[in-house]
């Protein structure tokens, strides 16, 4: 799986399909700011991806055995833009960093 993100808000997840064809899976459009930078979880937190945004926000979409997607939304974490996010399973398996003129670290 490959993830893109947009500054039109969009992240979209293209998936490795039969005899090497690529095709979108997923479109995120729930954001209302440029996404700015993304980042997949280790392994061990499943299908996991943080979305850093312009407007200072993060978010976190889940994917659930089901199908269906859980989102965890970090509100103005960085109130110049987040300019980059990493996971940072060393210090707590769902830890997050997140940097915008200083380093925010969150526990999800």
């Known amino acids: 799986m490959l993830a893109f993100c ?4 969009k992240v979209i997840i293209w998936k490795e399909g039969n005899q090497s064809d690529w095709f979108q899976a997923y479109v995120f459009t729930d954001h209302k700011s440029s996404v700015d930078f993304i980042a997949w979880a ?3 937190l499943g299908l996991c ?16 055995s089901d ?5 965890t939304k970090i509100n103005q974490a960085h109130p110049v ?3 980059s996010v990493s996971w940072a399973p060393s210090m707590a398996p769902d ?5 915008g003129l200083k ?6």
Not at 6 to 9: E, F, L
Not at 67 to 71: E, S
Request: proline share 2%; net charge negative; hydrophobic share 35%.
């Open 103 to 108: 380093v925010g670290i969150w526990w999800l």
């Open 6 to 9: 947009s500054y039109d808000g």
């Open 49 to 64: 991806l943080a979305c850093g945004l312009s407007d200072g926000n993060i978010s976190v979409y889940t994917a659930r």
């Open 81 to 83: 833009g987040v300019t």
């Open 67 to 71: 199908g269906g997607r859980d989102t």
């Open 42 to 44: 280790p392994h061990q």
């Open 95 to 99: 830890s997050l960093v997140g940097s």
